[in-house]
């Protein structure tokens, strides 16, 4: 079975802090996502990967980065958080690279981050 | 741009009552059509697909037709269990992004004894 894990099930951290969220898959899929997700609206992708060192803007990069050493990594950092950065962080993987069409992305439990 | 509506929840049924959650898109061309389920404390699983117009995706006894007439993908059960209580989105592919998904706002259903 495809395994997506989360470095951390829920987080606590202060307004202005650095924020890493890592994602580990063990599945060697090329493409990694980080969703965010808020009632009512869904998830909303932040950031895509679709190779190591890739990444690609999703709907709502703003106030985050990501980083791809490793192909089975994929990090979500928060330069500087902000309270209107609480929420669930999901993070999927999915094969296919760039060109390829998918249509399965397999998902990590999620991590609630509260920003105090 | 593409989009995707759910009905609003949540949705509270009895044990063995037949469930619809709602589900219409906004896209051009021929999509892909997805639910995905997400049982608590958990991340998102695929519950079914469908690809292309008229086609029936089932499992574990839900059902959904892609409808493209009416551009709708809304899904079904016959007779709903406890277990079956989570959050539901609906999702799409479009046909010119081989790897991006668009989720609906997600749909909570609660099955009470």
């Known amino acids: 079975d495809v395994k997506v894990t989360q470095s951390s099930r829920y987080l606590v951290k202060r307004t202005g802090e650095k924020v890493f969220l890592e994602c580990v898959q063990d599945?060697?899929?090329?493409?990694m996502f980080w969703y965010r997700q808020d009632p009512g609206l869904g998830l909303r992708l932040i950031y895509f990967?679709?190779?190591?060192?890739?990444?690609e803007k999703g709907d709502i990069p703003e106030g985050y980065s990501v980083s791809r050493e490793k192909k089975e990594r994929f990090s979500l950092i928060l330069e500087s958080a902000s309270t209107n950065q609480t929420s669930m962080y999901l993070c999927?993987?999915?094969?296919?690279?760039?060109?390829?069409?998918?249509?399965?992305?397999?998902f990590g439990p999620g991590t609630r981050l509260t920003v105090l | 741009g593409d989009s995707v509506t759910q009905m609003e929840g949540p949705v509270t049924l009895s044990e063995e009552a037949f469930l619809t959650i709602n589900c219409t898109y906004t896209?051009?061309?021929?999509?892909?059509l997805f639910w995905y389920v997400q049982y608590p404390g958990e991340g998102l699983q695929l519950l079914l697909k469908a690809t292309k117009a008229d086609d029936k995706g089932s499992n574990k006894g839900f059902e959904a037709t892609y409808r493209k007439e009416t551009t709708s993908f809304h899904l079904e059960k016959g007779s709903v269990q406890v277990s079956d209580s989570a959050v539901y989105f609906c999702?799409?592919?479009?046909?010119?992004?081989?790897?991006?998904?668009?989720f609906g706002g997600g749909t909570r259903l609660m099955v009470k004894p």
């Open positions: 999702a799409l592919r479009p046909n010119n992004a081989g790897n991006m998904l668009t």
């Open positions: 896209a051009t061309g021929y999509p892909s």
């Open positions: 599945m060697d899929h090329e493409n």
């Open positions: 990967s679709y190779d190591v060192k890739m990444k």
């Open positions: 999927a993987s999915s094969t296919g690279g760039l060109a390829g069409r998918t249509d399965t992305q397999y």
